[in-house]
Structures are given as C-alpha cells and as structure tokens.
C-alpha cells in the first residue's frame, strides 16, 4: 500500500525517469478510499515539471477517488500538456463531468495565462460534447473569451460556443468567429460547428454558405461542408441548391475537402442527375482509395438509366478499386442498363470476390430479363 514516505520519495527524486517509476509504482499501489495521499498528490499535480508524472497522478488519483481527488483531476483538465488533459478525461467519471464546469470557468475567468484559459475552455467544450444533451456551459464567459486578444483563446471559446444551449447565441458566435483574421480561429469555428450544429441550427444555413464561398483555409472548407451535411441531415427541398456549392468543392487540392463534399452530396444529392454523376466518374480516378470508393458508392445511388457515357470511367476504375469499390461498380452499371453494360458485368461476375460477382449476376439477370 502506498505511503506518505512513497510520495516523499517521487517529490525528492531529482532524475525524471526515475520519479516517473516511482510515480507508476505508487499509482498501481494505491488503496482505493485512501483520502490522506490526496492533498500531497494534488500538490505534486501541480507543482511537478514532467507531464508523464502528472499524468500518473491523474491516474493514482482516479483510483482513491472522492471529492477532493476529483477536484485535482478537475483542475489537470486544463493542463498544458495534451497527454495529461487525456490522463485526466480518462479519470474523471463522467458523472462528474458537470461538476467540472464551475472550476473550470473560474479558470477562464481568473487564469492570467493564456493557455490554461485556452485549455480550460477545450475543456469544458469536451465537456458538451461527451454529455450528448444540453449542458449549462458558461455563455457569457465563453462569449468575453470569444473576444480575447490572444489567437488561440478566442479559438477555444469558438470552437466550445457551438455547443451552447441557447441555438441562436450558438450560432450567432460561431459566424462571428468565422469572420475573424487568424485563419486558427475560423478554422476552430469551422470544426466546433462541425461537431455540435444539427438539424435544428437550419436557419443558420445561408451564413455557412456564404463563409464556405470565403473560407481561405482548406480545414475550414472541410469543416463547413461537415457542418452542411449535419444540417441537411434532415432533408428540405432547398438542400438541393446545395448541390453546385459541393460539386464545386469536388475539385479542391485537398483530399480532406474532396472527402467532406461526396459526405454532402450524399446527403441532399437527388436521384439521376447526370451532370453530377460525371463530376463524381472523373473521382473515380482520385488518388485517394478511400475517395474513390465514396465516388463509387454514389454512382452505384444516383447513376441515371442509359447514362453509358460513364462506363468507360467505370472500367477504369475496376482494375485499381477494391472490392466494396468494385461491388458499388456493379451496382451502378445496373442502374445504367442496356447492353453496353454487359461486357464489364460479365467481367465482374468472375470477380474472386463474392459479394462482387452476385451484383454483377444480378444485374446481369435483370438485363437479359428484359427489365433493364
């Protein structure tokens, strides 16, 4: 069992390496219940320079438990170090992940550095997104940090603002920061949008758009077309108009962008048309496997009857597309029909794979059933 003298030990050890032995001795010893360690143990926490032992703290911390250990860990949510922050999620009970909030505003309130108020706001965005309902985040904190002079604050505060329960200041404080001069802060908008706008934030839609025309970074155009599509999870007519915004996007330098517009069009893209499914043929060819494969599970969806213009990129693709790729193929030559089609079906229905050749068989069968 761990003892007064075993933390004395750690906090007198001047060799890093070996106080973080120490620290992962002690940590595996202590006895759950065991309240006299904490005050020395949340001392240390915050005093000691290695993030490796902080994080064991974290941990040593979490098995004693109780309140005062939880305020310890409570206060490593906003530590400098990412892999102490991490140490300490993984401590903290998500029951308690509300009682965090008031500390953690203090933190931003009072912290004369940037950075824990930076990471204290990190923080309690984590906080909204693991609870995956409305939590009492502190609006008006996050809304005077939204304005704070230091770059990587402001970003913080607009990323976390986004999951605040009042829709409207949300969404008003995330556009806000989307028009901001440091490229970090519109992309931390971008992303905070991504990760907690929905359905309901609809009527913020024409104002994304717009900041997705503008947007200088490619991280804050991939994060905006996630956004979009979080939206339209819920379908209108006027998604449709959408479509141009994605098609043009299907072009980008960025494969990360290119990725988040075949999630759009997969979303609001309608049935059969034809001038989309040439832009999603010429993906086909993307140099990225994954984006390939995204292309051709939309045209195995969208692509209109009699569209055989599309074959020859169809064919194309066979050779370097694995086999969900390939059975998407199958499914797309279906959907075109006629005889032009029968030559790459057969080719497919001998694929080794059998998921890839019962749609080619099947496609296959309705054509010469007639029904194509």
Request: glycine share 6%; proline share 6%.
């Amino acid at each position: 069992m761990a003892s007064e003298a075993d933390v004395a030990a750690i906090e007198q050890e001047p060799d890093a390496h070996r106080r973080a032995l120490k620290m992962a001795a002690l940590a595996g010893n202590v006895a759950a219940g065991d309240r006299t360690l904490v005050p020395r143990l949340a001392q240390l926490l915050e005093r000691d320079r290695d993030p490796f032992v902080r994080a064991l703290l974290c941990r040593a911390l979490a098995r004693i438990g109780g309140g005062g250990a939880r305020d310890a860990i409570v206060v490593a949510l906003a530590d400098t170090d990412a892999h102490v922050r991490e140490a300490a999620w993984k401590a903290l009970d998500p029951d308690d992940d509300e009682l965090a909030i008031p500390l953690l505003t203090r933190i931003v309130e009072s912290s004369r550095g940037p950075d824990p108020r930076a990471m204290a706001l990190h923080a309690l965005r984590t906080i909204a997104a693991r609870a995956g309902g409305p939590v009492a985040l502190p609006a008006e904190v996050i809304a005077f940090a939204a304005r704070d002079p230091d770059r990587y604050v402001r970003a913080a505060a607009a990323r976390a603002a986004a999951f605040l329960p009042d829709r409207s200041r949300a969404r008003d404080m995330v556009v806000a920061a989307l028009d901001d001069d440091e490229g970090w802060v519109r992309e931390s908008a971008a992303h905070g949008a991504a990760e907690g706008f929905g359905p309901s934030d609809r009527p913020v839609l024409p104002k994304l758009c717009d900041a997705l025309a503008f947007a200088r970074e490619d991280a804050t155009r991939l994060h905006l077309l996630r956004t979009l599509a979080g939206i339209c999870a819920r379908p209108a007519a006027e998604d449709r108009s959408l479509v141009g915004i994605a098609r043009g996007m299907l072009s980008a330098s960025d494969a990360g962008v290119r990725a988040a517009a075949l999630l759009l069009l997969g979303t609001i893209a309608p049935e059969g048309d034809s001038g989309l499914c040439d832009d999603l043929a010429i993906r086909l060819s993307d140099e990225r496997p994954e984006i390939r494969g995204a292309a051709a599970r939309l045209l195995a969806d969208l692509a209109p009857q009699g569209q055989t213009q599309l074959i020859a990129k169809l064919e194309a693709a066979v050779a370097q597309g694995d086999p969900p790729t390939r059975r998407s193929i199958a499914r797309a030559l279906r959907r075109i029909g006629g005889r032009a089609t029968e030559p790459l079906l057969r080719q497919l229905s001998q694929d080794p794979e059998i998921a890839v050749a019962r749609a080619a068989a099947e496609a296959l069968s309705e054509l010469f059933s007639g029904s194509a």
